[in-house]
């Protein structure tokens, strides 16, 4: 059974940069499929932030393209999100999640990390 | 960006009833829809892809139709642990995939 667990600081300052771990247990992040972080707040529901394949290729989400960052670590069997000059609207539960990847379209997301809330705060 | 709005906002039906929800989006998206249940405290858990392919240990009771702009979760008897928030998801627009604002299911 595939298993997502977030890590990182729940309190983030106004300008700092947000950072994320998620560990992957019962999959081997190098065999394939694609990673990713999905963002939740009360005021704009659920957000895709970004995805990485196994290989390293990367897709943010427009809005947040200058600031965010999605990187791969296999040897931990581990993926990272970093989000830099963050701000009140950054306040959220994040989500690392695995994505199923449908050739020609797009992925959902099959797997998922119980939640990291991450509070923006001075 | 394709917008997939969801209703109603709240569903209120008893247990053993049966609870249908709506989404819709902007443009088609061919059967490329997934549904999400989430319960309080939790991650959202994937119940159908594929618009009508239901995920691995998900009930019969849970079913999803539709195709284009309009789709259907349909949840055939209601039990206690069926209430929560669903959203759907549309996966046609790589990379940019997008949520609804979902659906409160209710005891009434």
């Known amino acids: 059974q595939v298993q997502l667990q977030e890590s990182g600081p729940g309190l983030v300052k106004p300008s700092e940069t947000l950072s994320l771990t998620c560990s992957i247990s019962g999959y081997s992040i190098s065999a394939g499929y694609y990673w990713g972080w999905v963002r939740q707040s009360p005021g704009t529901g659920l957000d895709w932030v970004a995805i990485?394949?196994?290989?390293?290729?990367?897709y943010y989400n427009p809005s947040l393209q200058s600031r965010v960052s999605i990187s791969v670590d296999a040897a931990k069997n581990q993926f990272s999100l970093r989000l830099s000059a963050v701000t009140a609207a950054d306040t959220a539960v994040y989500y690392c999640a695995r994505a199923k990847y449908i050739s020609g379209f797009g992925y959902y997301f099959d797997f998922w990390g119980q939640g990291s809330l991450v509070a923006v705060s001075s | 960006e394709i917008v997939m709005t969801q209703s109603p906002a709240t569903l209120s039906v008893s247990l053993g009833e049966r609870a249908t929800l709506s989404c819709r989006a902007s443009?088609?998206?061919?059967?490329?829809l997934a549904w999400y249940q989430q319960k309080p405290g939790q991650a959202p858990r994937l119940l159908i892809s594929g618009a009508s392919t239901r995920a691995t240990d998900i009930p019969a009771r849970f079913s999803g139709s539709g195709s284009g702009t309009e789709f259907t979760l349909t949840i055939s008897s209601l039990q206690s642990e069926d209430f929560a928030v669903y959203y759907c998801q549309q996966y046609n627009n790589w990379p940019a995939i997008t949520f609804g604002q979902g659906t409160r299911l209710e005891i009434k």
């Open positions: 443009q088609s998206v061919s059967s490329n």
């Open positions: 990485i394949y196994h290989s390293g290729t990367t």
